[in-house]
């Protein structure tokens, strides 16, 4: 069966200082990968989303960065975090194709100070 | 551009009561539509979905129904529990099938 792993669970951050979240997939090949932020008491915004190595696609303008340098490796970076940052960051991964359901990881929750 | 929404929070109910939380949408052509329910602290958990007109999607006693002529995909349970309490998510997949576009959140409180 296919799981996907987000770590870490809880992060505090100084403002300025940089960020790595990172997202795995196992049990399954050329998923589509996708980060999502969630503040707090709103719905999900969508950051970024891939269909393959290399091939990534942002949603929104941001201090924010995405890699994908391997099939079910997603990672979330920053130079520099800001206040406005916080909030809940949630990896996702869908099958490829059109209409498919989205199935999430636990979630980050990121602190700044 | 294609959008959902949802009924606003919270929604407080006893244990046992008829559960109704209203979704509608805006879409381009006939896109599947999906219920995402996320515990506290907790990711997003997939609870149904439809993938065609008059299509109802069930699980754990929920239901919904996709309903072309109203636009719209309403979450029901005849029989809420306390373990209910959670928040749920509309959601459906944009035109170019690349993501999801999530309604706002509904905040569900059961008390016994």
């Known amino acids: 069966s296919q799981t996907i792993h987000q770590w870490p669970a809880t992060l505090v951050q100084p403002v300025g200082s940089p960020l790595s979240l990172e997202c795995t997939v196992e049990?399954?090949?050329?998923?589509?990968l996708y980060w999502y932020r969630q503040a707090a008491g709103r719905g999900l915004q969508l950051l970024f989303y891939s269909i393959g190595i290399d091939q990534i696609s942002s949603e929104v303008p941001q201090n924010l960065s995405a890699s994908r340098p391997q099939d079910r490796q997603f990672i979330l970076s920053s130079k520099k975090l800001l206040l406005s940052d916080s909030g809940f960051y949630l990896c996702?991964?869908?099958?490829?194709?059109?209409?498919?359901?989205?199935?999430f990881g636990d979630g980050t929750r990121l602190s700044i100070l | 551009g294609d959008s959902v929404t949802q009924m606003e929070g919270p929604v407080t109910l006893s244990e046992e009561a008829f559960l109704t939380i209203n979704c509608t949408y805006t879409a381009t052509g006939y896109p599947s539509l999906f219920w995402y329910v996320q515990y506290p602290g907790e990711g997003l958990q997939l609870l149904l979905k439809?993938?065609?007109?008059?299509d109802k999607g069930s699980n754990k006693g929920f239901e919904a129904t996709y309903r072309k002529e109203t636009t719209s995909f309403h979450l029901e349970k005849g029989s809420v529990q306390v373990s209910d309490s959670a928040v749920y998510f509309c959601?459906?997949?944009?035109?170019?099938?690349?993501?999801?576009?999530f309604g706002k959140g509904t905040t569900l409180s059961v008390s016994s």
């Open positions: 996702a991964w869908s099958v490829m194709g059109h209409n498919q359901p989205q199935h």
């Open positions: 959601a459906l997949c944009n035109q170019a099938g690349t993501a999801l576009i």
């Open positions: 049990g399954t090949s050329n998923p589509n």
């Open positions: 439809a993938t065609k007109a008059d």
